[in-house]
Nanobody
Framework: QLQLVESGGGLVQPGGSLRLSCTVS????????IGWFRQAPKKEREGLAC????????YYSDATKGRFTITRDNEENTVFLQMNSLEPEDTAVYYC??????????????????????????WGKGTLVTVSA
């Protein structure tokens, strides 16, 4: 059974950094593309960064503004999202998701519909990031 668990969220001051972790079980990162998404209150879920199962290539949405970095550790079955220069607008619940052999750009959709969300193979439950002074 595919399972993803996010961790690393919390309260951070503007300009600060956080590193989120997405630990996966029940499958190998070699076959699944992993993406980081977020959803703020009353907003659509948006794709941020995705990393390919095939070659480790990455794709970032404009929302990351060059501040976020996605990496993976296949031995630890974990995907990380390093977030720097955080802004209050980054406050949201952050999710990771897995989709078998997906291309990164196709997975990192700027605004996900319900069909897009349901189309992913698996989602984590999310971790809350709050950026506030």
């Amino acid at each position: 059974q595919l399972q993803l668990v996010e961790s690393g969220g919390g309260l951070v001051q503007p300009g600060g950094s956080l590193r989120l972790s997405c630990t996966v079980s029940g499958f190998s990162l070699n076959y699944y593309t992993i993406g980081w998404f977020r959803q703020a209150p009353k907003k659509e879920r948006e794709g941020l960064a995705c990393i390919s199962s095939r070659d480790g290539s990455t794709y970032y949405s404009d929302a990351t503004k060059g501040r976020f970095t996605i990496t993976r550790d296949n031995e630890e079955n974990t995907v990380f999202l390093q977030m720097n220069s955080l802004e209050p607008e980054d406050t949201a619940v952050y999710y990771c998701a897995a989709e078998m052999l997906a291309t990164t750009q196709a997975m990192c959709i700027p605004a996900l519909s319900e069909d897009d969300i349901n189309g992913m193979d698996s989602w984590g439950k999310g971790t809350l990031v709050t950026v506030s002074a």
